[in-house]
């Protein structure tokens, strides 16, 4: 329902918002220095240029609600809600949480405007990489940071490990966007990992198949565009969401090749940011054949920190599935990654059964077994490894 603002710009329109919704929409025009029927109407006008999908917004208990929009704004949002079969009610909560999402709260903002990185990565597999990069994420999350978990192995164990689907090949996908070809927004594709405990603080950004032909495609591009640096490829694409979160944790796919150069570029220690916030994880087993991968790892980062003059932080080991009884290899290899000393040795994660449990039931760790002893080693590795 609309009425005549008194110089006739406007019209006041009558309807209804979910309370919290339209409590966060008042904070944050606030925090921007809008008042409410300037925020609504951007957010009207964003959500009408809107070509995508979106997912509905829970308006169960909407109460009513009034603002004045620019004369004949509300009767073309009525006709964009016919055409996409929602009612105005819908619609409108849709077009306020799309404009929440791309105007986040200065007061969340990184500290120092700087997003932090965590890469976790080994190109030998089968050494708890994905374990890992969930598990810190999910205690990031716990902690009241804002997290965004990225599935960066075409494999897609840990999207999969959380009850979600890859992105299927052809369509949108992180790759298609560090690519320079993504269709739409980067942030449709990001889904909520929905559990009380991290309190919409968790979200996932899906494996997709294309990922397996991410090295050849990225490789192109770089030939057939002029300025296209393939080892930026990864930080362009998340450029664009990067102010929603304090945390980006990135489940490396066991490779050498560009994916993993433009992962490590993407976790280098930015101008500004302090020393051993961002850098790499890497978890390794307790045998020898981790130390050899480790090496060919470390003079990967050399190499290209000489060549583009980088600074890339080891932030530290994690010893996963660390069993004292199988006899001196493992307690040998143990000491010896305790005796680097730099990188430091994160956590030794014992061999138990709670991760795989939880994967079973594709939970997250620190939902499933939030007090059982690999969930608090998580928590220790996030706490060593933050601003």
């Given at each position: 329902m609309a009425s005549p603002y008194p110089s006739g710009v406007r019209e006041k329109v009558a309807s209804k918002l979910p309370p919290a919704l339209k409590q966060e929409l008042k904070i944050r025009a606030a925090e921007l220095g809008l008042d409410i029927q300037e925020a609504v109407t951007a957010a009207v006008h964003d959500w009408r240029g809107h070509d995508r999908a979106l997912s509905p917004v829970d308006t169960t208990g909407a109460d009513s609600f009034s603002t004045w929009l620019p004369t004949g704004m509300y009767e073309e949002f009525k006709a964009t809600c016919a055409q996409r079969?929602?009612?105005?009610?819908?619609?409108?909560?849709?077009?306020?949480?799309?404009?929440l999402d791309a105007h986040p709260s200065p007061s969340n903002q990184p500290a120092g405007g700087i997003v932090e990185r965590k890469i976790v990565c080994n190109q030998?597999?089968?050494?708890?990489?994905?374990?890992?990069?969930?598990?810190?994420?999910?205690a990031y999350a716990e902690d009241g940071k804002r997290v965004l978990l990225v599935d960066y192995d075409p494999q897609g164990h840990l999207t999969?490990?959380?009850?979600?689907?890859?992105?299927?090949?052809?369509?949108?996908?992180?790759?298609?966007?560090?690519?320079?070809?993504?269709?739409?927004?980067?942030?449709?594709l990001i889904l909520t990992i929905e559990d009380p405990r991290f309190e919409k603080r968790l979200h996932l950004l899906p494996s997709c198949f294309d990922g397996f032909l991410l090295d050849a495609r990225v490789g192109v591009k770089a030939v057939q565009a002029r300025g296209f640096q393939k080892e930026s490829a990864l930080e362009r694409a998340l450029a664009e969401v990067e102010s929603a979160y304090d945390v980006i944790v990135v489940d490396c796919p066991p490779s050498l090749g560009i994916a993993m150069d433009a992962a490590l570029f993407y976790g280098r220690?930015?101008?500004?940011?302090?020393?051993?916030?961002?850098?790499?994880?890497?978890?390794?087993?307790?045998?020898?054949?981790?130390?050899?991968?480790?090496?060919?790892?470390?003079?990967?980062?050399?190499?290209?920190?000489?060549?583009?003059?980088?600074?890339?932080?080891?932030?530290?080991?994690?010893?996963?599935?660390?069993?004292?009884?199988?006899?001196?290899?493992?307690?040998t290899s143990l000491k010896s990654w305790r005796e680097l000393g730099d990188p430091p040795v994160l956590a030794v994660i014992n061999d138990l059964k709670e991760q795989r449990e939880a994967v079973r039931k594709m939970m997250p760790l620190l939902s499933y077994a939030p007090m059982s002893e690999q969930a608090e080693a998580m928590r220790q590795i996030a706490r060593r490894v933050t601003a």
């Open positions: 079969d929602v009612s105005y009610i819908q619609g409108l909560a849709q077009a306020v949480r799309l404009w030998k597999g089968g050494v708890g990489k994905t374990t890992t990069a969930a598990g810190i994420a999910q999969q490990q959380l009850g979600f689907q890859q992105t299927p090949p052809g369509e949108d996908s992180l790759v298609s966007h560090m690519c320079g070809e993504g269709n739409g927004d980067l942030r449709d220690r930015r101008d500004g940011e302090r020393v051993g916030v961002s850098g790499v994880i890497i978890p390794v087993l307790a045998e020898d054949s981790s130390a050899t991968a480790y090496g060919m790892l470390a003079g990967q980062i050399e190499d290209l920190c000489l060549d583009l003059n980088l600074r890339v932080d080891y932030l530290g080991l994690v010893v996963n599935m660390y069993d004292s009884r199988r006899g001196t290899v493992a307690t």
